[in-house]
């Protein structure tokens, strides 16, 4: 015994575990998104169906448009608007804490592009068909696709090509029997009604991270300003005036909150395709309060949007 304090054995070697790595501090797709200009972040399934459910909304309430406006016996400019006012005053009053006008050039084309749309579409229907008015306002989708990538960094995709292509066809089946090649001005006017609304739909989807609704009330204020020199001509009864609430409340100022807030979460092709609905609706509600049926060929050609816009849907 040397007094040595007695061997131990070799201790065994501690094996560190690897380093873990920070999390990033941006998710990868949004750090993609700043990075990478005209990117845009893809947003969460659950987030797209909430927004995907709102653009059906509003093409479920845009649909009484037709109902509506045959209900009130006025000047169709007047009608357009007293519509336009009333549902500016709506979203006035839901918004007032969040309405900010800058002046922007988002804003004012927003506007713009908001009140040509619902003005010009009324003096088409006065022009030519309803028919041609609704199948030519619907070319909307093209200009988006066209644009978008410019305007926005978001391009379209083979999927929306062949959506819109397929919602096309359904459309002259749809409306085949009741398409006319007379009015040609009228005809024209509701081509510029849906370059209009390709527009809206690009400038709100551009201005989605500031006040878009103030967009909103200043296109409705300009509509009406348009409209007003109408409204003296003449006076609408008590049932005119329930119908014009409706249409300014129900069928214009609801949805657009609607569709504007939902265009923050989805492409803006994908937010002009799935609206369009909206035809084929339009003579459903026609067929439940006035008994008018569609012919064989129409609920073929509806068949055809329908299926193809819960398939872009889905998507």
């Avoid at 040397?2 to 070799?10: R, V, Y």
């Avoid at 797709?29 to 005209?38: D, R, S, V, W």
């Avoid at 893809?42 to 995907?52: C, D, G, L, N, T």
């Avoid at 509509?223 to 049932?239: E, K, N």
Wanted: charged share 10%; glycine share 10%.
């Amino acid at each position: 015994m040397n007094g040595s304090p007695p061997e131990s054995a070799s201790p065994v070697a501690a094996v560190e575990p690897p380093p873990i790595a920070a999390p990033p501090l941006i998710p990868e797709p949004e750090l993609a998104a700043a990075l990478l200009p005209g990117t845009v972040a893809p947003e969460s399934a659950a987030v797209r169906r909430r927004a995907v459910s709102m653009l059906l909304a509003a093409a479920v309430l845009w649909s009484l448009g037709g109902l509506l406006i045959k209900w009130v016996d006025w000047n169709p400019l007047a009608i357009a608007g007293m519509r336009s006012l009333i549902g500016g005053a709506v979203i006035a009053l839901i918004f007032r804490k969040e309405l900010k006008f800058t002046g922007s050039f988002e804003q004012i084309g927003a506007a713009v592009a908001y009140a040509g749309t619902v003005i010009l579409f009324v003096v088409a229907t006065k022009l030519t068909s309803a028919a041609n008015a609704i199948l030519l306002q619907y070319t909307a989708p093209i200009y988006v696709a066209l644009f978008g990538p410019w305007f926005l960094g978001e391009r379209a995709q083979r999927t929306d090509w062949l959506s819109l292509a397929i919602i096309m066809v359904g459309m002259l089946l749809f409306f085949g029997d009741k398409l006319s090649m007379d009015g040609y001005l009228g005809n024209g006017v509701a081509l510029v009604s849906g370059f209009c609304f390709a527009w809206l739909t690009l400038f709100l989807r551009r201005h989605r991270t500031e006040s878009a609704i103030s967009a909103l009330v200043l296109g409705n204020l300009l509509a009406g300003l348009i409209g007003l020199p109408f409204m003296f001509q003449s006076m609408p009864d008590l049932s005119g005036w329930i119908g014009l609430l409706l249409l300014g409340v129900v069928q214009l100022g609801l949805p657009y909150i609607v569709y504007a807030l939902a265009l923050r979460h989805v492409r803006a092709v994908e937010g002009i395709l799935i609206p369009m609905i909206e035809p084929v609706l339009n003579p459903v509600w026609v067929f439940l309060m006035l008994g008018e049926t569609p012919g064989v060929w129409a609920m073929v050609g509806g068949a055809i949007i329908l299926g193809a816009v819960l398939f872009r849907a889905r998507r």
